[in-house]
């Protein structure tokens, strides 16, 4: 066996004793859920899918314009109106739901994935407050495995974070009514 064969096998076994699959972590917390309370509509950003999976995309419902539409659905059935980019850069802390996939293709046709998907808004540092940033204020991700079979999979657990975040966003809501 030569040495890349045992270092991409002996990195697969790391990888998914550290990260079962598929794996959930957040940062989302009751600290991080506050700062979901005053967002009325968001502008949503998903990134293009990486060349490795490109010729798959389509396929399996990963395409950029498909996540996008999906995505946007997804929130506005759940009452989170969407925001373009010209009404998103109108509205105070500029919320903003950033979807990252990330693929690397560690043998013939098995991909390990990790999905991102955080709300960023506007923020000011307290150490000094002249200074005003985007940044990410609330966050889910995942990671996982899946055949070239199964690519599916990773859109399903797309929907499984935005899930998350709707589901994070609904008890303040109920709080303020």
């Known amino acids: 066996m030569t040495y890349c064969k045992m270092f991409i096998i002996v990195f697969a076994l790391y990888f998914m004793t550290v990260f079962p699959v598929p ?7 009751e ?57 998103w850069l109108k509205t105070t802390g500029r919320p903003m739901l950033y979807v990252n996939i990330n693929t690397h293709e ?10 991102i998907v955080d709300l960023r808004q506007i923020v000011t540092l307290e150490a000094n407050p002249d200074v005003r940033t985007l940044a990410s204020t609330w966050s889910v991700n995942m990671a996982g495995i899946a055949n070239i079979g199964s690519l599916d999979t990773i859109n399903k657990n797309v929907n499984v974070l935005i899930d998350r975040f709707i589901e994070a ?3 303040l809501l109920l709080k303020t009514k």
Do not use: C
Request: no cysteine; glycine share 4%.
């Open 106 to 115: 560690y043998q013939k046709y098995w991909y390990a994935y990790t999905i």
């Open 169 to 171: 966003r609904q008890p």
């Open 31 to 87: 600290q991080t859920r506050q700062t979901l309370l005053t967002v009325k509509g968001i502008h949503v950003v998903v990134e293009d899918p990486q060349p490795n999976i490109q010729k798959y995309v389509q396929r399996f419902g990963l395409t950029k314009e498909q996540l996008q539409k999906s995505i946007e659905q997804r929130l506005m059935k759940a009452g989170i109106a969407i925001l373009d980019q010209e009404k």
């Open 23 to 29: 794996n959930l972590h957040a940062i989302d917390s």
